[in-house]
C-alpha cells in the first residue's frame, strides 16, 4: 500500500524548508492553491500542514496564513565580519581601505613624536586640544560651538549614546526614540531598564506633533534623534522640522540627544537641533562613519551648565578615553585631511548609490543621493525577516526592519536596510545587487515549480 499523500507533501515542505527554499519565516501557498497544483484537495493539505506544525516547522494563524517557523536567531545576519564568500550589506561603515594608508601614517607620526602626555591621565576626560579640534569638527557640519569649554570626548558614538542615558535618565524612565531607530539605542535602553516609545516619521524625520502630544500625555526623560541620513530610513530633516523639534524641547524641558553621526554627508551643513535648544541639547559627533570606527573618537556637546556632570560620569566608569587615537584625530581635523577623507567617502557613497539604483530600479528606494544607505520596502510577498534569511542563504547579509523597531510589538514593516559601504570593491557591490535583484524578483507565493 502506498503512502498517504499528505505524508508526499509533508515530505516535500520539510525537503524544501532544510535546503532554504522555503525560507524561516516566509509564508507556504494556501490550502487551495497547493491542493490545485499538486491534483489534491483541500483537505489533503490541510492535514499535511497540521502534521508539519506538530513537527514544530510551521505555524499556522487564521487569518494570516501559514508561516516557515523562525529557528535562527536573526542577530546571526547582522554581523561586523563576514565570511569571505559573503557579500556584507549589513554593516555602516566607511570604505576604510581607501584610506588605511593614511591613517598608518598619521598614527605612526603621532607615535614618533612620544609625546608623554599621550601616556599618562589627563585631566577633564580629554586633552583641551583634542576638545577643542572635536568643536572645529562639529562647527564645520553646523553645530554652533566655540572652543572646547563644552567638548566632552567619548569612545565613539555609541559610548556617548549611553553614557548620556545613565547619566540623565532613571531607570523605568521612559526614552522617545524614531520609531524605527538605531538599534544600539534600543539595547542601550533595554540593557540599563529604560521605556522607549516609537515617535512617528515621515520622510523629514520624526513628527514633532506626534511628540509633543506624547510629552503632554506622559513624562518623558529625553528624545533621543538621528537627525540626519537617519538610520534605517535615510530621512533628513530639513530647517523647519529642526525648528519645530526644538520648539517641543524647549516647551517641555525635555533632555535631546542630537545624534548627528551622519551630518558630515549632508552637501551644506544644516544646522544642528541643538543649536535652537541650547540649554536642554546634547550633539553627538563621531569618526566612526566618515573615517574608522575602529578609532572610537566621538565628541559630545553639552550644555554649558552639564559639561562637569558629564566629564564626572565618565572619569567614574573610564577616567577617560584614551588619548592617542584623539591625537591622531586632532592631527587629521587639524590639517585639514579628515575633511576630506569624509569628502571622498561620500563620492564613494554617489556613486554607490547611483548602481543600487540601476540594480534595484524596480523597487522602492528610500535614500539621499550620497546616503551610506538605503531603505529598501519589499515587493508584499516577501516579509523581512523571511527575505533576509533567504538573502543569508545565499551569502548575502542585509538588516531586516524587525532589527529597528522601537515597538517590538509592532507590526514589521516589509522593508531591509541596504549599506552600501562596508564592501570594499564595486564589482563585487554589483554582484551582491544583481543577486538581491534576482532574489526580489522571486515570487515564493506563486512558485510552485519545485513540487
Ligand atoms: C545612528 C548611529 N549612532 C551611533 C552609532 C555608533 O557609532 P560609533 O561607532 O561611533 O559608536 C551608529 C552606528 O551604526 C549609528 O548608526
Redesign the pocket.
Known sequence: MSAPKYLAIVKKIEEFIRSGQFAEGSQLPTHRELAQQMGTTAITVAKAYKALAEKKLIESFVGRGSFVCNHSQLSDVIRAESLEQEYNLSI?QPCIYQHTEQLNQAFSQILNRGNDALYGYVEHTGLTRHRALGAVWAHHYGLDVSGHEQIVLAC??????SVLIQCYTQPGDTIAVEDLT?P??LSIANMLGRNVVGIPMDQQGMLPQSLNELCQSMRIAMVII?PSY??PTAATMPMERRQQIAAVVNEHQLWLVE?D??GFLNPQPIPAITNLAPDFGFH?T????AIS?GM?C?FIKTPVQESERLSAFIRATIWLPSPLPFAVAATLIQSGEAFRIAEQQREIAIRRQCLAREWLADYQLLSQPDSYHLWLILPEEWQADAFTLAAKNRGILVSSASYFKADPRAPTPNAIRLSLMAINDESSLIVALRQLAELLKRDIRFDYTYF
Do not use: C, E, F, T
Request: proline fraction near 4%; charge should be positive; glycine fraction near 8%.
Open positions: 555602516l565613539g558614538a555609541q559610548h556617548a549614546l538605531y544600539g539605542i538621528v537617519q538610520n545624534d553621526i551622519y553627538i563621531s569618526l566612526s562613519k570606527p572610537r566621538a
